[in-house]
C-alpha cells in the first residue's frame, strides 16, 4: 500500500508541473484567432492518426529490443510490459534518471536475474547513446546548424539552447565510450567498481548480494559481448526505429498544423528536444518539454507561439501523458506481483532459471 502510494505522488507531481506552465503558457501566448485557423479537417485527423502510428511503431520497436536482449527467452507480451513500465517511470522521474535506469527491476520481475538484467540495462543505455552519437553527425551533414538553432527567440536564449546541446551531446560521447569499453574491453572494470563501492562501511551488509550481482552481470556482459555482428545489427536497428518513430510523432503533427514547415527542420530541432530532455531536472520532463517546444518551434509555424503551444499540448499527450495513464493501469498488477515474488516462499532461485544464457 505504501509502495502504491509512492507512486501515486509521483505520478501527481509531473502532471501538476506540467499543467502549471502550459496554463501559464496559454495566459500568456494563447491567440482565440490563431486557434481557429489551424485546419480542423480530414487532412489534419489523418496527420494526428499517422501521429498515433508512430507512437505504435516506437513501442514496438521497444519491444523487439528487449527481445532481442533477453536472447527471445520473453515472450513479446512480457517484452511489451517492461517496455511499458519504463516509459511509465520515465514519466515520473528526471531525465537524468530515466526509465531504462530501473528496467533490470522490470525484468527481474519477468523472471530475469537482476545481475543479468542490469547487463541488459547497460547495453541499452549504450544502443540508446550510440544512436545519439551516430545521428548527431549525419543530422547537421544535411541540416546547418544555422537552420537548426535559429528560432525565433532572445539571442541569449538561441545560445543557451546551442551551448546547452553540445554540452549534453558532449556528455553522451563520454559515457559511450566508458561504456564501451566497460563491455567490450574490460568487461570487469563496472563489476570491479560495485565491488570497490560495496566496500565502504556503510555498504557492507549488501557485500554478498553485490559480489553476486557482479558475477551475473559480467556473465551476461561477456554472453552478450560475443554476439554475432547481425545481433547487434538487429538491436540497434530496434533502437533507430524507435528514436525515428518518436522523433516523427512530431513531424506528423506539423502536417495537421502547417504544410509550409520544413520536416527535415522539424526533425532535426526533435533531435536537439530530445537530447536537452536527457538531463531535464523535473519528471518527465513536465514544464521545460512544452516551454521548450513551444519556443524553439514557434519560427516553424509562422512565428505565432499560440499555435505551437497547441502543437506542444498534442506532442505531450501522444508522448508522456498517454504513457502515465497506461502506467496506471499496469503498475498496481506489477506491484502486486513483484511482492508476492518476494514474499516468505522467496521463488528468486526459480526466476533464475527462467532466463539461461
Request: hydrophobic residues 55%; proline residues 3%; contains cysteine.
Amino acid at each position: 500500500m505504501a509502495k502504491t502510494s509512492g507512486i501515486i505522488l509521483k505520478t501527481i507531481a509531473p502532471v501538476v508541473i506540467g499543467l502549471a506552465v502550459v496554463a501559464w503558457l496559454f495566459a500568456r501566448e494563447f491567440s482565440i484567432e490563431a486557434f481557429r485557423s489551424i485546419p480542423l479537417d480530414g487532412n489534419a485527423a489523418g496527420a494526428v492518426a499517422l501521429a498515433v502510428m508512430c507512437v505504435v511503431v516506437r513501442q514496438c520497436g521497444l519491444t523487439w529490443r528487449f527481445r532481442l536482449l533477453t536472447l527471445e527467452k520473453l515472450t513479446w507480451w512480457k517484452c511489451l510490459r517492461v517496455s511499458l513500465l519504463c516509459d511509465f517511470t520515465s514519466a515520473i522521474t528526471p531525465g537524468t534518471a530515466g526509465g531504462s535506469a530501473l528496467s533490470m527491476v522490470f525484468l527481474k520481475s519477468e523472471g530475469v536475474p537482476l545481475g543479468r538484467g542490469t547487463a541488459i540495462m547497460l547495453i541499452t543505455m549504450l544502443l540508446d547513446n550510440a544512436f545519439f552519437v551516430l545521428a548527431c553527425p549525419l543530422i547537421f551533414l544535411f541540416i546547418s546548424g544555422g537552420e537548426i538553432f535559429a528560432f525565433s527567440g532572445a539571442g541569449a536564449f538561441q545560445m543557451g539552447v546551442r551551448t546547452a546541446f553540445w554540452i549534453v551531446y558532449g556528455g553522451i560521447c563520454a559515457v559511450s565510450l566508458f561504456l564501451v569499453f566497460g563491455i567490450f574491453v574490460n568487461p570487469g572494470i563496472i563489476g570491479g567498481m560495485v565491488r570497490w563501492v560495496f566496500r565502504l562501511r556503510l555498504l557492507r551488509r549488501w557485500r554478498a548480494g553485490a559480489e553476486k550481482f557482479t558475477s551475473d552481470m559480467a556473465l551476461t556482459g561477456t554472453t552478450l559481448r560475443h554476439r554475432p555482428a547481425s545481433w547487434w545489427g538487429l538491436a540497434f536497428l530496434a533502437t533507430a526505429l524507435t528514436w525515428t518513430a518518436r522523433f516523427c510523432v512530431v513531424n506528423s503533427l506539423f502536417l495537421a498544423f502547417s504544410y509550409a514547415a520544413p520536416q527535415t527542420i522539424v526533425f532535426a530541432r526533435q533531435f536537439v528536444v530530445w537530447t536537452l530532455l536527457f538531463v531535464s531536472p523535473t519528471p518527465g520532463g513536465s514544464g521545460l518539454s512544452e516551454w521548450l517546444f513551444t519556443n524553439y518551434y514557434g519560427d516553424l509555424l509562422g512565428g505565432d507561439r499560440s499555435v505551437a503551444l497547441v502543437l506542444a499540448v498534442c506532442w505531450r499527450l501522444l508522448t508522456y501523458y498517454l504513457f502515465l495513464i497506461i502506467g496506471a493501469f499496469i503498475v498496481p498488477s506489477w506491484i502486486r506481483k513483484s511482492i508476492s515474488r518476494s514474499g516468505p516462499s522467496d521463488t528468486s532461485s526459480q526466476s533464475s532459471s527462467h532466463i539461461e544464457q
